[in-house]
């Protein structure tokens, strides 16, 4: 299991931290991406970006500038932050895991999501 | 970036009554590399068919996949009362980022 924390409500301009723990698996696991997905306010799905156990991430371009992922081995989780905040960035903000294998790289696992606001 | 478009936004049927999404790729999509998802109101994004055509663990036979290239089709033979959701297709092909489609409500008639 996945399972999202972090702060409900964010400032604007401020970076938002979440982590994932997961729960039944280890994140060293080399088969695996860790991945972060958001959904907007009544809208579709965006991936974010994913961190594989050797430390290699890949971040969608469109939020590449702001994002860094990282992983906590000893602690089986993994974060996210996301720097700058707009009230754009608003959204449930997911965990995911896939697999490495390229035809089997869908979500599989998910988390249940966070809600963040980004408010003053 | 690949664009996943879906049609028709909002689908209302009666149970009983067959469903069918379709989603369109902006370019070609590998069979083995599109998925569906269906999603419930305060839930997570649920599995339930990869590489076109495959069913996830638990996933009902009324669930169906199809297609190639870059037209893709989910298919409920029977839309059963649990089935009411939205839906979403999602492309993981090595062209990333990984995308997925807008979403396809299914309402009751």
């Known amino acids: 299991q996945l399972q999202e924390s972090g702060p409900g409500l964010v400032k604007p301009s401020q970076t938002l931290s979440l982590t994932c723990r997961v729960a039944?698996?280890?994140?060293?696991?080399?088969?695996?991406?860790w991945n972060w997905i958001r959904q907007l306010p009544g809208k579709g799905l965006e991936w974010i970006a994913y961190?594989?156990?050797?430390?290699?991430?890949y971040y969608n371009p469109s939020l590449k500038s702001r994002i860094s992922v990282s992983m906590d081995l000893s602690n089986n989780q993994f974060s996210l932050e996301l720097s700058s905040v707009t009230a754009a960035d608003a959204a449930v903000y997911y965990c995911?895991?896939?697999?490495?294998?390229?035809?089997?790289?869908?979500?599989?696992?998910w988390g249940q999501g966070t809600l963040v606001t980004v408010s003053s | 970036e690949i664009v996943l478009t879906q049609s028709p936004g909002t689908l209302s049927l009666s149970p009983g009554e067959r469903a069918t999404i379709s989603c369109r790729a902006s370019?070609?999509?590998?069979?083995?590399?599109l998925a569906w998802y269906q999603q419930k109101p305060g839930q997570a994004p649920r599995l339930l068919i990869h590489a076109t055509s495959n069913r996830a663990t638990g996933i009902p036979d009324r669930f169906s996949g199809s297609g190639s290239g870059t037209d893709f089709t989910l298919t409920i033979t029977r839309v059963e009362p649990e089935d009411f959701a939205v839906y979403f297709c999602q492309q993981y092909s090595g062209t990333l980022p990984w995308t997925f489609g807008q979403g396809t409500k299914i309402e009751i008639k």
């Open positions: 039944g698996d280890s994140i060293k696991n080399d088969g695996f991406y």
């Open positions: 961190i594989h156990s050797s430390g290699q991430t």
């Open positions: 370019q070609t999509v590998r069979v083995i590399h």
């Open positions: 995911a895991r896939s697999s490495i294998i390229v035809e089997s790289r869908y979500f599989a696992s």
